[in-house]
């Protein structure tokens, strides 16, 4: 439950810093930034953990923080492009 609660925190850091970055109008909610931070993550970390070994599998890092920012971010543009 601890490590769920803990997604969950992260997942609404990465989604509204994601949504303060990147200029204009979004018109979501806490739990659409929280699900934006953890999509953010998921993006963000697909290549590190392909391509990184075992580094890839630690628990939190600085550079996994920014990745799911970069994905995130991402993220954002893309659902900006789509809808």
């Known amino acids: 439950m601890g490590e769920f609660l803990r997604i969950c925190f992260v997942g609404l850091i990465v989604g509204l810093l994601a949504r303060f970055l990147v200029p204009g109008d979004d018109s979501m909610g806490l739990v659409?930034?929280?699900?934006l931070g953890f999509g953010g993550s998921v993006v963000g970390g697909l290549v590190p953990r392909l391509f990184g070994g075992k580094r890839a599998s630690e628990p939190f890092s600085p550079a996994g923080f920014g990745g799911s920012l970069l994905g995130a971010i991402l993220?954002?543009?893309a659902a900006r492009a789509f809808f």
Request: charged share 0%; proline share 0%.
């Open 32 to 35: 659409a930034s929280m699900l």
């Open 75 to 77: 993220l954002v543009l």
